[in-house]
């Protein structure tokens, strides 16, 4: 059935539920589901001249790193085999992308996550994700 599950965080609550939820299934599927944990930094796009901020990078890598923390503690708390990543770049495409690359048999996310304040202008990630990823997505609410 599922071997490997990718779970996108960005921090927010529901984020976190799923990766709950994708705990409780992949330890009542089999032992041999293994997870992936992912957090992807939006590209940021700059409207003025470039005067990049070599830190700013560090620090979105760092802030990734922080926001997937939380999901690594519950993670160790299980015995599934699980590895973490910090991407940039447009979310759903990573996802999907990721997804596809690492043969993820199932994505679990969120239905909205951090960033809801742009959702009605640019419609939400966890739609984009289940028209273009190759597996099935579960979307927790």
Known sequence: MFTHILVPVDGSEQAYRALDYAITLAESVSSDVKLTVLHVNPTLTLNEPPIVDIHLYESLEEEGRDILQPAIERM??????????????????????LADFDQHDLIVMGCRGAGLMSEPLLGSVSHKVIQHAHCPVMVIK
């Open 76 to 97: 160790k708390a299980t015995q599934i085999p699980f590895k973490t990543e910090v991407k940039s770049g447009d979310p759903a495409n990573v996802i999907s992308h």
